[in-house]
T-cell receptor, first 115, second 114 residues
Framework: AQTVTQSQPEMSVQEAETVTLSCTYDTSESDYYLFWYKQPPSRQMILVIRQEAYKQQNATENRFSVNFQKAAKSFSLKISDSQLGDAAMYFCAYRSAAGTYKYIFGTGTRLKVLA | KAGVTQTPRYLIKTRGQQVTLSCSPISGHRSVSWYQQTPGQGLQFLFEYFSETQRNKGNFPGRFSGRQFSNSRSEMNVSTLELGDSALYLC?????????????FGPGTRLTVL
């Protein structure tokens, strides 16, 4: 069975600085998708970024980028130029490409942004 | 386009009671997934429905059940509530839940069991 691990329950970053959130996963599959979702306080969860395992190039979305290391089964999220609005719970998620119709989420990392 | 809606937003129940939560997906979305979110546990997958059929189920006891209607709206039911069922229940919808397709989440229903 696949698992997703986020070993950092909480992280802090100064406004305008860069922070990296860690995520590791375990799978025997070769084709899958990885996601980072953001859950702001009392607001709905939204997709931040996604990565297809067959793509070697790391995904980037504006200030958000990932470091995808397939062999190491690592998928970290880097937030550059952190803003107060980035404060949220961040969840890493895995989805098999084999059509199992479910996401597997990590336990989340709470990011605090200090002014 | 309206987002995913969940009703009610808050519920307080006592042990032994049952509860029904409702989810209305984004118009046109046919896949609806349910998750239980608790502090320290993250999101635990409950089940996923597509065109009124359950395609996958998580590791939850049979007290947790769900269904989907022909208009893609979904309900989940928890019978014989236990204190440990207190959680935020999230619903998420997508068109087909195929490939790297994004799931769109609702605001959740916060269930408190006393």
């Amino acid at each position: 069975a696949q698992t997703v691990t986020q070993s950092q329950p909480e992280m802090s970053v100064q406004e305008a600085e860069t922070v990296t959130l860690s995520c590791t996963y375990d799978t025997s599959e070769s084709d899958y998708y990885l996601f980072w979702y953001k859950q702001p306080p009392s607001r709905q969860m939204i997709l931040v970024i996604r990565q297809e395992a067959y793509k070697q190039q790391n995904a980037t979305e504006n200030r958000f980028s990932v470091n995808f290391q397939k062999a190491a089964k690592s998928f970290s999220l880097k937030i550059s130029d952190s803003q107060l609005g980035d404060a949220a719970m961040y969840f890493c998620a895995y989805r098999s490409a084999a059509g199992t119709y479910k996401y597997i989420f990590g336990t989340g990392t709470r990011l605090k942004v200090l002014a | 386009k309206a987002g995913v809606t969940q009703t009610p937003r808050y519920l307080i129940k006592t042990r032994g009671q049952q509860v029904t939560l409702s989810c209305s997906p984004i118009s046109g979305h046919r896949s609806v997934s349910w998750y239980q979110q608790t502090p320290g546990q993250g999101l635990q997958f409950l089940f996923e429905y597509f065109s009124e059929t359950q395609r996958n189920k998580g590791n939850f006891p049979g007290r947790f059940s769900g269904r989907q209607f022909s208009n893609s709206r979904s309900e989940m039911n928890v019978s014989t509530l236990e204190l440990g069922d207190s959680a935020l229940y999230l619903c998420a919808s997508s068109l087909l839940l195929a490939g790297g397709e994004e799931q769109f989440f609702g605001p959740g229903t916060r269930l408190t069991v006393l």
